[in-house]
């Protein structure tokens, strides 16, 4: 384990009073009365104080650095956003942030950011909301805590990642307390939780009650919008705001800052730009016309710096500094990629990240003097992702020989980084719904000219689980270890639901990923050494 400073027990019991507390054991008279009937009929959970405001949906920070944070806050009404911090739970000295008068203009969402952070230190944090045209009117506040970067190498740094979260039909089930893998991970208190998209399934109804092969039922809290597909703005933010509806989620967004970047199912499944659907269930045809509407709730939704920060283009994929050990490259393979096909073209400069976002993650990572770089692919490299019968949805083709189609791209960053000598490169994704550990090895491959590095696949935290995705050996990756469900859309009620861990030592630099399941169980570990172009 990692020598990060970790949360003292008089610390843990301030934050338990706080927003863990306040936040996680809400009663939620409307939400939770709705659930026991399957349906939810508000949207939102009870007021704290009645003709005040309140933030019943919680607290979040978002892209945290040795220095900054973005906090996150929902209101049920106009109100100012009002944020101070401290370096204890008693909030003695402490600092306070003015944020913005947040209103219906972001569905009630509001961030603040905070710069000038001592590095490497817990930072205690309580939001209050009051009143626009009368600050002494105020709701009660909510608490929340997270440790900024170190700035020094010693410390370590330790996180975790997964994604998919309520999909293919599996939501929040009451009867067994909801998303409990969230719990599992706040009690592993990481300095962060990078959420490698699907964050919700917009495309994805939940019914009331599924009855599961083994005769028990499956029970869903449903509200309105996720009744049906989203379309509208509306409908979007529905979906966002549904997982918060959980207090395991509650309860571990207060405690554990995030780093957030999506995938398909924030919008469609499979969506690629430009697409027009053949779906008798949308009305809005045009997938343009839903991605934007859904960017715009993803923005509101998560504290996400290139989406809140003044004079840059509003983009997912950016680069978070994390002290002297670690960088994190977020990609955004969707936004920018071409029409799925059978991916066989032989001159491809689209592909999956566009030609910017490749030149953009080729100057970032040549820049980088972090000792382990962390590539955050929504998608995974070599394993065979397809789209219906003919075309493909990630990467890979299946096509075992040299790079065409998508592939085209990859090779060329893989090439970039062994020919510029770039150290300490990690693959981390989500997206198929199991666990997975993927080593490329030149020796094995179509295309040789790169050097070895590791894939690491987790996922789902709250879906349905899937068998294991076919290997294509163009980039020559060997299946090291995967568990992975015998059937299609195992429930998290027969199918454990998973999530990683990164550990890297302050001593020896030396990084160490556990693959693990839900309960905190470790089925797989490998160690890495620090200082190499290829593992």
Same mark, same amino acid.
């Given at each position: ?52 405001? &309140?933030? =019943?949906?919680?607290?979040?920070? !978002?892209?945290?650095?040795? #220095?900054?944070? @973005?906090?996150?806050? *929902?209101?049920? $009404? ?117 959420? &490698?998209? =699907?964050?919700?399934?917009?495309? !994805?109804?939940?019914?009331? #009650?599924?009855? @599961?092969?083994?005769? *028990?039922?499956? $029970? ?51 969506w690629y730009p430009g697409q027009i659907l053949d ?182 935290l709250a879906a349905g689980g899937f068998q294991a ?67």
């Amino acid at each position: 384990m990692t020598n990060s400073p970790r949360n003292s027990a008089t610390d843990r019991r301030t934050v338990l009073r706080g927003s863990l507390g306040a936040s996680a054991a809400l009663a939620l008279p409307t939400t939770a009365a709705a659930a026991m009937a399957g349906t939810v009929a508000g949207a939102a959970p009870a007021q704290a104080l009645s003709g005040r405001p &309140s933030a =019943d949906w919680g607290v979040q920070v !978002g892209d945290v650095t040795s #220095s900054s944070g @973005l906090v996150w806050v *929902r209101s049920d $009404r106009p109100a100012r956003m009002v944020v101070e911090t401290s370096a204890t739970g008693s909030f003695r000295n402490a600092r306070t942030w003015h944020g913005p008068v947040i209103g219906a203009g972001s569905d009630f969402t509001g961030t603040t950011p905070l710069r000038g952070l001592p590095a490497g230190e817990q930072v205690h944090y309580r939001v209050t909301l009051a009143d626009p045209d009368n600050p002494r009117r105020t709701g009660e506040p909510v608490y929340g805590t997270f440790r900024t970067a170190p700035a020094r190498r010693r410390q370590g740094v330790r996180f975790l990642w997964s994604g998919d979260i309520a999909g293919q039909g599996w939501g929040i089930n009451p009867d067994i307390g909801g998303y409990t893998a969230y719990e599992d991970m706040r009690r592993l208190d990481p300095d962060f939780f990078l959420c &490698s998209g =699907d964050t919700v399934y917009a495309d !994805g109804p939940l019914e009331p #009650s599924v009855t @599961l092969p083994d005769g *028990r039922i499956w $029970r869903n809290v449903v509200t309105e919008e996720k009744s049906k597909v989203a379309e509208t703005l509306n409908e979007y933010r529905g979906q966002f705001r549904y997982n918060l509806l959980d207090r395991n989620v509650r309860r571990f967004n207060a405690q554990v800052p995030t780093i957030v970047q999506w995938d398909d199912h924030e919008v469609r499944n499979n969506w690629y730009p430009g697409q027009i659907l053949d779906d008798v269930r949308y009305q809005e045809k045009d997938v343009d016309v839903l991605a934007a509407r859904s960017f715009q709730a993803f923005g509101e939704y998560f504290p996400v710096s290139t989406l809140h920060a003044r004079g840059e283009d509003r983009r997912v994929h950016r680069a978070v500094r994390y002290g002297p050990l670690l960088d994190v490259f977020v990609l955004d393979m969707r936004s920018f990629r071409n029409a799925n096909s059978p991916g066989r073209q032989t001159d491809d400069t689209t592909g999956i990240l566009g030609a910017e976002q490749l030149e953009w993650l080729k100057r970032e990572l040549s820049r980088s003097r972090a000792v382990w770089k962390v590539i955050a692919a929504d998608m995974p490299i070599g394993l065979v992702v397809p789209d219906g019968t003919a075309n493909i949805e990630a990467v890979a083709q299946g096509d075992p020989g040299a790079p065409l189609g998508r592939e085209l791209q990859i090779a060329d960053l893989l090439r970039f980084v062994k020919h510029r000598r770039i150290t300490g490169t990690v693959w981390l994704t989500a997206d198929v719904h199991y666990t997975s550990a993927q080593h490329y090895e030149p020796e094995k491959a179509a295309f040789k000219d790169f050097a070895p590095f590791w894939e690491f696949v987790s996922g789902p935290l709250a879906a349905g689980g899937f068998q294991a995705n076919a290997l294509d050996s163009t980039f020559g990756p060997n299946r090291v270890f995967v568990q992975a469900p015998d059937r299609a859309n195992v429930s998290p009620m027969e199918s454990s639901q998973y999530f990683g861990e990164v550990d890297i030592d302050g001593g020896s630099g030396e990084l160490t990923v556990r693959l693990r399941a839900q309960g905190n169980k470790v089925l797989f570990s490998k160690v890495l050494k620090p200082g190499r172009v290829g593992q």
